[in-house]
């Protein structure tokens, strides 16, 4: 590893410095089936002890109970790291969805209980997890606004919204990151997105760059991992898949690197100003993505990969075709 500091990365105009890795905690709360909480505990304490800064959670994430791992893990440690919250998202006990909701109201109570939860004063950066088709996102983020006002919260994020919305939501209020899909494997921001946050100096966190696992080799563990429906993992498309990975694996292991260190190394080559958001869920899987750091991509080291691992080479939407309807970043 090497023995210096990687330089930090400002998220937007206004936003915090971060370490150039993101630490996202989704998984280590069930969403990708049974996972236990001191290991997800200890993947953070890991990460942190290697100076990541910025960790994502969602207040839907099993039902609150990432953001009281996030709470355990942070104690003693909330100077050291930046809090990320995704609200919105509607589930009922079963654990099923029920849509999403980003009414002014909403947001503020979403607000009082990821204060709670989390046992923090402030949430550092606070974000609608989608576009709500019902409420027009200057009433959304106006209300975060309030909070940033009231010291609720320090900085406002977008998630999965497109170019018209990041311009309103932007003219509302300053805005520092969009969280977004981008890998090897989804390269749609190159197009629009990425322009017009380069345009208006906002920054990203980009999620999904291991296409939820697929690109390292991780594959669905059960019923309770929701990757079971997702599109890429299964049917045809899933078979064609495991080609293309074993391809990646070997193109990875000819440069001395894991698939995951490949594939976060690529992110930061193409997108060095944006941050990869890397959801690991143990300390190993912590140190490996941080390893993309020391071996980073030279452009001739990018074109060869991208020639031989282009932006086809996954076959099948990145969500089920309900769930991308409601992609406001995909119109």
């Known amino acids: 590893?090497?023995?210096?500091?990687?330089?930090?990365?400002?998220?937007?105009?206004?936003?915090?410095?971060?370490?150039?890795?993101?630490?996202?905690?989704?998984?280590?709360?069930?969403?990708?089936?049974?996972?236990?909480?001191?290991?997800g505990i200890a993947a953070i304490h890991a990460?942190?002890?290697?100076?990541?800064?910025?960790?994502?959670?969602?207040?839907f994430y099993g039902m609150g109970r990432n953001e009281l791992?996030?709470?355990?893990?942070?104690?003693?440690?909330?100077?050291?790291?930046?809090?990320?919250?995704?609200?919105?998202?509607?589930?009922?006990?079963?654990?099923?969805?029920?849509g999403f909701d980003a009414r002014p109201a909403a947001v503020k109570n979403f607000a009082a209980y990821s204060l709670n939860r989390l046992g923090v004063d402030v949430i550092d950066i606070y974000r609608p997890a989608r576009l709500d088709p019902a409420v027009p996102i200057e009433d959304t983020i106006g209300a975060i606004a309030e909070l940033v006002q009231k010291?609720?919260?320090?900085?406002?994020?977008?998630?999965?919204?497109?170019v018209e919305t990041i311009?309103?939501?932007?003219?509302?209020?300053p805005i520092v990151d969009l969280q977004i899909e981008y890998s090897l494997a989804s390269r749609a921001p190159e197009a629009k997105i990425f322009p017009?946050?380069?345009?208006?100096?906002?920054?990203?966190?980009?999620y999904g760059v291991l296409s939820r696992g697929l690109l390292s080799g991780s594959k669905p563990t059960g019923p309770g991992d929701f990757r079971s429906y997702l599109p890429?993992?299964?049917?045809?498309?899933?078979?064609?898949?495991?080609?293309?990975?074993?391809?990646?694996?070997?193109?990875?292991?000819?440069?001395?690197?894991?698939?995951?260190?490949l594939c976060v190394a690529w992110a930061l080559a193409k997108q060095p100003s944006l941050v990869p958001l890397v959801g690991a869920r143990t300390p190993e899987q912590v140190e490996d993505v941080l390893g993309a750091l020391s071996r980073p991509l030279a452009p001739a080291e990018v074109a060869e990969l991208e020639a031989a691992f282009p932006s086809d080479a996954i076959a099948g939407d990145r969500y089920q075709a309900a769930q991308m309807a409601h992609l406001d970043s995909e119109r």
Request: glycine share 14%; charged share 25%; proline share 4%.
């Open 1 to 39: 590893m090497s023995p210096t500091k990687p330089t930090k990365t400002k998220l937007g105009k206004t936003g915090p410095e971060v370490f150039p890795i993101a630490l996202g905690c989704m998984s280590m709360s069930g969403m990708y089936g049974q996972a236990s909480d001191d290991q």
């Open 47 to 59: 990460a942190i002890e290697r100076g990541v800064t910025l960790l994502d959670t969602g207040d």
């Open 69 to 98: 791992l996030v709470r355990r893990a942070v104690e003693g440690r909330r100077d050291r790291v930046q809090i990320s919250v995704k609200f919105g998202g509607l589930r009922s006990p079963d654990g099923s969805w029920l």
């Open 151 to 162: 010291g609720y919260v320090r900085h406002v994020g977008l998630s999965e919204v497109g």
């Open 167 to 173: 311009r309103r939501a932007h003219a509302t209020h």
């Open 196 to 206: 017009a946050l380069a345009e208006l100096s906002i920054s990203a966190t980009l």
């Open 232 to 261: 890429r993992f299964t049917g045809e498309a899933g078979a064609r898949n495991q080609g293309a990975v074993e391809r990646l694996r070997a193109i990875a292991e000819s440069g001395g690197r894991t698939p995951a260190q």
